[in-house]
């Protein structure tokens, strides 16, 4: 049907041209004389083998001469006007390869509609159509068990990804920064917020410049207040390659006032005494406690090597200075006194003060510092305390590694990180403040903030990142983790027994080398969500390396 009426187009088309082609000459104007010949015209002879030209015919038109018009009706012979005018047939519309659906341009929109439709079988343009691969039967079940989480993620993902195109279409962060930054976009004041189930909101204010020396060197002055804290003022410098040297620096300093910080006990059993007044390794009873901190960290040493394939050799000098005292806000938890005794938990009743002095080896051959699809990240350090007071005398060593594996294009990647942290010393010369601590947004997600504590923790996180928008991330994530007194609790076939189970899902806003927004939801020994911004990085636990 559609080459019918393809074929009746074209002949319409076509009679319309032929007609206008042979309209007749425009009548000369009464008493108009015609244009004399040129006397010195010499006729053209004829190629031969041609004939003659007959008396009176009209002469055949030098080629590149325009031809010439039709006799008028009026004027021409009898046997002229009585010779019927032959009429040229249509164009038959072209014949195009009916098995090749690509045969007609795709992008020919002016006769896309007389086209026929392709074969559906075809619109991948298939050489040979695929046939079922023995990994489809083995993909079965996997994808049947992850279409309903995949379900529940696309429908969580839809307003997040709605507000992200609107965010982009009308460049909601561009006019931002042009508030908010430097012409430069190398400085600037943020705002900063952040929730925590148990704690409540946090919100504050950071001043920063990322470019001080001008080799991404970066300056941090952060001020926060509510949820976690009373108030916290920390500052940060950090610059790897110091105005392009091999100089490693990294300082920072804070003060924090903490008003009701969780304590559930010393150990990774659970222990059903709540008598009052027991010792902190006889019960794991959910209590609060302030502390106030004084704490400067200071690393310095040398950077070898450039961005994707880099080793960072120094030594790290770590001071904390801090005091406890009873629960100075109002949850469902009680005070830590009315629960334990506080005298058997070392440091608590008069305070610790530490100096630590580490080496310190960090290599990261990573892509991008925020979002990485390849590389690896390995961080190691150990040393000992010194011997400013008495309040400490134990070893601190650590190791950290990440590993990060594209699955498709650098879009979606799994990472694999594993976490080891212990301190060696006599029980009655560590303070409880600086021993290992598993549990919060970043360690062992879906317990609250330092649920667990102890002398050695492990930690192992999977994670899986996928797109939702060129600057949000989605990530599944499984962390599984264990506090003990030596590795022999640890590792023993029991101790693997024992070992503590959290995931979750969480969305993040994000550039390449940079994290803007963080929300994540966990569940482990409960429920836990999890709202952060970048700028509180500055007040995560320096305590502690990794």
């Keep these: 049907m559609l080459r019918r009426c393809f074929a009746l187009v074209t002949a319409i088309i076509s009679v319309s041209s032929l007609a206008t082609a042979q309209a007749p000459a425009p009548v000369p104007a009464p008493g108009a004389q015609p244009e004399p010949a040129d006397p010195t015209a010499q006729p053209q002879p004829a190629a031969p083998g041609e004939p003659e030209p007959a008396p009176g015919a009209q002469p055949k038109p030098a080629p590149g001469d325009a031809p010439p018009a039709p006799p008028d009706a009026a004027t021409a012979t009898p046997a002229a006007a009585s010779t019927p005018t032959a009429t040229a047939a249509p164009a038959a519309p072209p014949e195009g390869d009916d098995d090749d659906p690509l045969a007609t341009p795709p992008q020919d929109y002016a006769t896309r509609g007389l086209r026929p439709p392709g074969d559906p079988e075809q619109a991948r343009g298939w050489a040979q159509p695929p046939s079922t691969e023995p990994e489809d039967y083995y993909l079965l079940v996997p994808r049947i068990l992850l ?8 429908l969580v993902a839809m307003p997040i990804r709605g507000a992200a195109i609107l965010i982009d279409r009308y460049h909601l962060i561009e006019h931002t920064k042009d508030i908010l930054y430097n012409d430069a976009r190398t400085a600037g004041v943020l705002p900063a917020f952040g929730y925590q189930t148990g704690y409540g909101f946090t919100y504050g204010l950071k001043a920063f410049h990322n470019d001080l020396f001008g080799n991404d060197e970066e300056l941090n002055v952060a001020a926060a207040f509510g949820g976690i804290f009373v108030q916290g003022y920390g500052a940060s410098f950090v610059g790897d390659q110091i105005a392009h040297t091999p100089l490693w620096i990294e300082a920072r300093a804070a003060y924090e006032l903490k008003p009701a910080l969780f304590f559930q006990g010393i150990g990774n059993e659970p222990v059903p005494d709540s008598t009052p007044g027991v010792g902190p390794r006889e019960s794991d009873v959910a209590t609060r406690f302030r502390e106030g901190r004084a704490m400067g960290t200071l690393t310095l040493g040398a950077s070898i090597g450039d961005k994707g394939d880099r080793s960072l050799v120094g030594v790290t000098g770590l001071f904390n200075q801090r005091e406890f005292d009873s629960e100075r806000k109002e949850f469902d938890e009680p005070s830590i006194e009315t629960v334990y005794d506080t005298s058997q938990i070392q440091g608590f009743d008069e305070g610790a003060t530490v100096l630590e002095v580490t080496p310190t080896f ?15 990240y390995l961080d190691l350090f150990g040393g000992h305390t010194a011997p400013i007071t008495s309040d400490a005398d134990y070893w601190h060593y650590g190791a950290a590694f990440a590993t990060f594996i594209d699955l498709y294009r650098g879009t979606r990647v799994l990472s694999i990180r594993t976490t080891l942290e212990a301190v060696h010393g006599d029980d009655d010369q560590i303070p409880f403040s600086d021993l290992m601590k598993l549990g919060g947004p970043t ?14 923790s492990a930690l192992g996180t999977l994670e899986y990142r996928y797109p939702v928008h060129q600057m949000v991330s989605g990530e599944v994530f ?29 969305f993040v806003f994000h550039s390449d080398d940079k994290i803007f927004f963080k929300a994540q939801a966990a569940y482990g020994e409960e429920l836990l969500f999890f709202l952060s911004t970048d700028p509180l990085r500055t007040f995560r636990r320096r305590d502690k390396r990794l």
Excluded: C, I, M
């Design 147 to 154: 279409f309903p989480p995949n379900l529940v993620l696309k």
């Design 478 to 506: 499984l962390d599984v983790g264990r506090v003990g007194q030596s590795y022999a609790e640890v590792f023993d076939r029991e101790g693997l027994e024992d070992f503590h189970f959290g995931g979750g899902l969480g």
């Design 443 to 456: 360690s062992l997600r879906g317990y609250q903030l330092d649920r667990f504590r102890d002398k050695l």
């Design 362 to 376: 960090v290599y990261d051959s990573r892509n991008y510092e925020a979002t990485p699809s390849e590389g690896v």
